[in-house]
């Protein structure tokens, strides 16, 4: 039988696992903190050095989600034997290509034979406590804004399957490899009360991990949520990956979907991200100037909807 994870008392780990938050946190000293993340999976496209870009993308997503900027990088690689030796140099090239754009340096890493290939960093970042952002402090009022659109996953379910061609799949490809850092950068100058990235959970699966660490519900508004062009009409013909049905299962008591949301909507809300945007809530009045921070930085950015006070389910999505 499973036991319960130890709750840990050690007073210098600011963040743990006890919020589902996107990094640790540990004190080294009052006004110095290190943040700590790491992240891999197998390719998501064919092409060796896009997979490099975007898995690095993924990996350095949860130190912005943060609030800070990484400084140091190390690769985790599992290597078939049969990965021609130009792969391996593209894919390493694509996430050194991406911590270079990120400012930060790949200091090292490690490698192991598998039988796929699995790609991603482990990273750092020492910045100053004052400066963190986390995914547990949203306040009632605030409201919400994404900052990628969503159903990636179910356009990589298509194109593996062949149903789509490359040309369809380039949009959701480029938004996957693009850095969070522009859409954190562009928050600095607001009052960011709480915030979190997008990945595997899906969209329900890391809001709601927010809303339940405020202690609030999130109103979300169905007909705002942004989504890659054509990942409504695959999910209506029932391209939908393995893990959107597993996120459905784990979430169906804890939301509540109103009667206007479609299933394609619907299974585009729990479609599992690579490397999807960051969910700001910030304070009602801050809400236009982050939006037109962010459309300066040139981030695709939507007020998706408010928090509110703490009620049966954590999200409501109307």
């Known amino acids: 039988m499973l036991k319960a994870l130890p709750k840990n008392i050690n007073p210098s780990l600011l963040v743990g696992y006890d919020t589902s938050d996107d990094a640790c946190v540990y004190k080294l000293r009052d006004d110095l903190v290190l943040i700590q993340t790491v992240d891999f999976f197998p390719p998501i496209v064919d092409d060796p050095f896009e997979y490099g870009q975007i898995a690095a993308a993924n990996s350095l997503s949860d130190i912005y989600a943060m609030g800070a900027s990484p400084n140091i990088a190390l690769n985790i690689f599992c290597v078939p034997s049969c990965l021609p030796p ?50 547990a402090s949203a306040k009632e009022g605030d409201v919400l804004i994404l900052t990628k659109p969503l159903g990636n996953g179910i356009l990589a379910t298509a194109a593996k399957r062949d149903l789509i061609s490359y040309d369809e799949f380039r949009e959701a490809v480029k938004s996957m490899a693009t850095l969070n850092k522009y859409a954190r950068d562009a928050a600095l100058d607001v009052r960011v009360n709480a915030c979190t990235d997008i990945t595997g959970f899906g969209f329900l699966g890391h809001a709601g991990e927010m809303a339940v660490a405020s202690e609030c519900s999130f109103i979300i508004e169905g007909k705002e949520i942004p989504v890659f062009e054509g990942a409504l009409k695959l999910a209506e013909e029932g391209i939908i990956p393995g893990g959107a049905l597993r996120n459905e299962e784990y979430l169906k008591e804890k939301v509540f979907l109103g009667e206007n949301i479609s299933s394609p909507l619907k299974a585009v809300l729990f479609d599992p991200q690579t490397s999807g945007g960051l969910l700001f809530s910030v304070p009602a009045e801050d809400g236009d100037k982050l939006m037109q921070s962010l459309k300066t930085a040139g981030v695709c950015a939507h007020l998706i909807g408010k928090v509110s006070k703490r009620d049966k389910f954590f999200i409501r999505v109307v």
Do not use: Q, T
């Open 86 to 135: 130009g792969d391996v140099a593209a894919i390493l090239a694509g996430g050194a290509e991406k911590v270079c754009e990120a400012g930060a340096i790949i200091a090292g890493g490690h490698s192991v034979e598998d039988n796929e290939p699995k790609y991603g960093l482990c990273v750092s970042a020492a910045v100053d406590p004052k400066n963190i952002w986390s995914n």
